[in-house]
Every structure is written in structure tokens, then in C-alpha cells.
């Protein structure tokens, strides 16, 4: 069946994302800081500028105190001793310390595992699509025996710290909330499951729907982990409607599934 059009929640993500609207040109509290630059190596560059919040101003420095007999007894030892070394702790600013990223984005036909692959497109030799550039990228394994169809396809996305610097983070939470409010926007009536998960990455939500178009039923898990977003997709061919309710829970169990093998790869 070939590499079908992705869906529009993709592209939305991959393409260049729109930057939020500031309200105000004065930031809301003192700990407002901003800008975030994205590159996208696809052939193109594009940037994009985002504002983030960051919670907690940096707390000043204290002012040395004397004790106040001391001060009064011996003046001018006092105004001679040079600053303690805890005054001089309060006068540097604390960094925070920053959650570890990726630095580059394996390939996409390099994060399921061959055995996971096998297992859900059960043939020696499955047709294999792909594309991807250097943060980006898609894999797709499928196999079609009379009317029996399976598939799994995975799409990776990086928010690289050579081009996002200390917002690579920011920049995926970013992207990955952007594609949860696209899924609740697209959701249809062949959408019979949409929710956030736990246990899998930094963040996550699974999907089940029916395209009745190419009549195929597709299991969906999108994850956050780090800078990176994984998006798998386990497809098989459309149920009949009593065997729908099993094939939701199958097509998700088999999406996470692959999802966490994915994740595991990337350790």
C-alpha cells in the first residue's frame, strides 16, 4: 500500500510551528523569559520564535551584616574583613541545572527493534518506506497476504540542542502539547479512543481509529521523552463491527508496545 499521506497533525508538527502571540510587551512576572529559535534541516531553514515562561526570579544577593555589638566594640575590624564565603555564595546567582537531551536523532528505521518489527508484520521481507533528514524523520513496515494487512510505522522528531540551546526541552513539551490539541480538533467519530497516558516517556496519549477510506484500523501512541517525539502506529486491516472492540485493544496494546521498544532503543 505504500507510504500513505500522513495525517495533518504531522505536518503541522513538522512544518515550522507558529509562534504564540504575545498579550503584552511587558512579561507578566519576573521570572518571564523568551525566545526560542528552531531550525528544521529538511533541505529548507526555517525559524521560529517562542516565548516561554520560567517560574522563580533569581534571588538577590543579601547584604553582609555585622553583628551589631561587634560593630560598635571594634569598627575598624570590621570595615578591614574582607566578605565571608557564604556572602560571596549569596552574591552568585544558582544555575538550574538543565534535564539531559539528545544531540542527534538516530535513524528512523533504526528504533524499533528487529524483533518488534517481526513480530507485528509477521514476513521475512516487509516493504519498507522511509525518509528523513537530520531531525526529522519517518520508517514504515507493512505487508499484505490476500485481505490480511499489517503494519508499523514509526516517526521521529528532535528538538536539537545545537539549534534550540537550552530550550530544546521547552521547544518539544511545545510541540507535543500542540499535537495532543490537534488530535482533540481532528477527532471524529471513527475516533473511539483519545487520552493521555502514564509510564511511557516524559509524556504521552493513545489513539484508535477506523479509515474507512482504506479501510484499516490504526493503534496510536505519541510520546515526549526528552527532546524528542516519537509517534507509532500499529495498522491492520478494518474489523468487522462486532470485532472492533478487540481490535482497539489490540491495535493500542501493540502501538505502546512498540513505542516502549522504541524508547528503550534510544537508552
Do not use: N
Request: charge should be positive; glycine fraction near 6%.
Amino acid at each position: 500500500m505504500g507510504l500513505p499521506r500522513l495525517p495533518e497533525p504531522f505536518h503541522r508538527v513538522y512544518s515550522p510551528p507558529e509562534a504564540p502571540r504575545a498579550k503584552s510587551r511587558r512579561p507578566r512576572t519576573a521570572g518571564v523569559v523568551a525566545a526560542a529559535f528552531v531550525v528544521v534541516a529538511m533541505g529548507l531553514a526555517a525559524v521560529a520564535v517562542l516565548v516561554f515562561g520560567r517560574g522563580g526570579a533569581r534571588p538577590g544577593a543579601a547584604p553582609a551584616r555585622s553583628h551589631p555589638a561587634t560593630a560598635r566594640s571594634h569598627p575598624a575590624t570590621a570595615r578591614s574583613h574582607p566578605a565571608t564565603a557564604g556572602s560571596r555564595a549569596a552574591d552568585t546567582p544558582a544555575r538550574t541545572a538543565q534535564p539531559p537531551v539528545f544531540a542527534s536523532l538516530p535513524q528512523a528505521c533504526s528504533i524499533l527493534p528487529a524483533d518488534t518489527v517481526r513480530r507485528l508484520v509477521p514476513t521475512a521481507a516487509p516493504k519498507i518506506d522511509k525518509m528523513g533528514a537530520e531531525t526529522a524523520g519517518v520508517c514504515k513496515y507493512s505487508m499484505t497476504d490476500g485481505g490480511r494487512y499489517r503494519a508499523v510505522q514509526v516517526d521521529a522528531r528532535a528538538f536539537l540542542p545545537k539549534y534550540m540551546h537550552d530550550q530544546a526541552t521547552g521547544m518539544t513539551v511545545w510541540s507535543f502539547e500542540a499535537q495532543w490539541r490537534q488530535a482533540q480538533k481532528d477527532r471524529t467519530a471513527d475516533t473511539s479512543s483519545l487520552r493521555r497516558i502514564g509510564g511511557l516517556g516524559d509524556a504521552a496519549f493513545e489513539r484508535f481509529w477506523i479509515d474507512r477510506d482504506v479501510r484499516i484500523a490504526v493503534g496510536e501512541a505519541t510520546v515526549r521523552y526528552r527532546d524528542i517525539i516519537l509517534r507509532v502506529q500499529y495498522t491492520e486491516e478494518q474489523p468487522a463491527d462486532k470485532d472492533r472492540p478487540a481490535a482497539e485493544q489490540r491495535c493500542l496494546a501493540d502501538a505502546i508496545a512498540a513505542a516502549r521498544a522504541g524508547l528503550a532503543s534510544l537508552h
